[in-house]
């Protein structure tokens, strides 16, 4: 069971970056994924969540309007598109699994079955 979360960097405010999360088949076919954030002295807090046969994508609303979700179900990798990001995206952001379908007061507690090790963003202003 492994998740490697990969694409950070830094980038300028209001410029882009996509984040990737390869997983182990097993792994990706876990019904729920997300992807975290924490940033120096705060806690891990949630930015997106995707389930299977959802059509839903959720956001925290921080994020919303800037940040995309989505899976590759054929490359087994979940993704974050970052657009217009902010200096206080500066975060290591972490791609997680739950095996079972999360209900929607679930998806935003950092309780998953499987974690990434992280992938530092840092955005210059």
């Known amino acids: 069971v492994q998740l490697q979360a990969s694409g950070g960097g830094l980038v300028q405010a209001g410029g882009s970056l996509r984040l990737s999360c390869a997983a182990s088949a097993l792994t990706f076919s876990a019904n729920t994924m997300a992807w975290f954030r924490q940033a120096p002295g705060k806690e891990r807090e949630f930015v997106a969540a995707?389930?299977?046969?959802?059509?839903?994508?959720y956001y925290a609303d921080s994020v919303k309007g800037r940040f995309t979700i989505s899976r590759d179900n054929g490359k087994n990798t979940l993704y974050l598109q970052m657009n217009s990001v902010k200096p206080e995206d500066t975060a290591v952001y972490y791609c997680a699994a739950n095996i079972n379908r999360l209900v929607l007061s679930g998806l935003t507690t950092p309780r998953y079955d499987y974690w990434g090790q992280g992938t530092q963003v840092t955005v210059s202003s």
């Open positions: 995707i389930r299977r046969s959802d059509p839903n994508r």
